[in-house]
């Protein structure tokens, strides 16, 4: 029991514990925010990345669909192309001067809609090289963004493993300096961080440097006398006095 006294800080330093807890625990909330502000950049470069793929399957699935389309005006020219020659053949059995007439009358519309035809293939296979270019264009820009997000990806990874190794060296010492407060005081301390991060304040002038709120003539006086952890009535938070 004795020891464990004597290995306590006594009441004079054990606000300056109390300070240097307050200042690790602000350098862990830091490293904590930055890594999460870290890995939100990287989730959201990724998404970016990911969005330009889905991109990039659409196009695919567009040119192939079209493909398509293009292949079946192909056959659909071809099959023209056989009936007309067909017809063509035929045009020279016919004796008869009036079925010669319709049958030349009809290679000629085919002839017009091959024609048509024709066009429309060579302003489909046009667009289709369009579309191509674009894919390709797509994929090269696609390989360059995930080459940059691989390097990033590592540069997040390296920034991640120092921030760690610092926690880590931060945790060691808050807790050599826990170590040395009582339960009562490592208590209050902790119940006021987890709320929210901040537990020991200076006080400016005779104001709460948590709340700002004036501090009781009673307050000031615990501060002034050094004795005992003097908390602000308003706010909880634990006061010290600025240095002379
Ligand atoms: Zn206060």
Do not use: M, R
């Given at each position: 029991m004795e020891l464990e006294a004597t290995n306590k800080a006594t009441l004079t330093n054990r606000m300056e514990v109390l300070k240097h807890l307050q200042s690790i625990d602000n350098r862990l909330i830091e490293f904590t925010k930055k890594k999460e502000t870290l890995l939100a950049a990287l989730e959201k470069r990724r998404a970016q990345v990911q969005q330009r793929k889905e991109l990039l399957a659409q196009k695919q699935k567009e040119s192939k669909d079209f493909q398509k389309e293009t292949d079946g005006k192909e056959l659909e020219h071809k099959c023209l192309e056989e009936e007309i020659k067909k017809s063509r053949g035929k045009l020279f059995q016919i004796k008869n001067n009036k079925e010669y007439t319709a049958l030349l009358s009809e290679v000629g519309s085919k002839e017009a809609d091959k024609s048509v035809l024709e066009d429309e293939i060579l302003s489909m296979m046009s667009k289709l090289e369009g579309l191509r270019v674009e894919e390709k264009e797509l994929e090269k820009e696609i390989q360059g963004e995930e080459k940059e997000l691989s390097a990033y990806a590592g540069s997040v990874e390296a920034e991640l493993e120092v921030l760690g190794k610092e926690t880590l060296g931060h945790q060691k010492q808050w807790k050599e300096n826990a170590d040395l407060l009582d339960k009562e005081a490592l208590t209050q301390y902790q119940r006021l961080i987890e709320k929210d991060g901040l537990a020991v304040v200076e006080v400016h002038g005779e104001d709460c440097?948590?709340?700002?709120m004036r501090l009781t003539p009673q307050t000031v006086n615990l501060l002034l006398r050094h004795q005992e952890l003097t908390l602000?009535?308003?706010?909880g938070k634990i006061l010290y006095l600025p240095e002379q």
């Open positions: 440097g948590g709340c700002n602000c009535k308003n706010c």
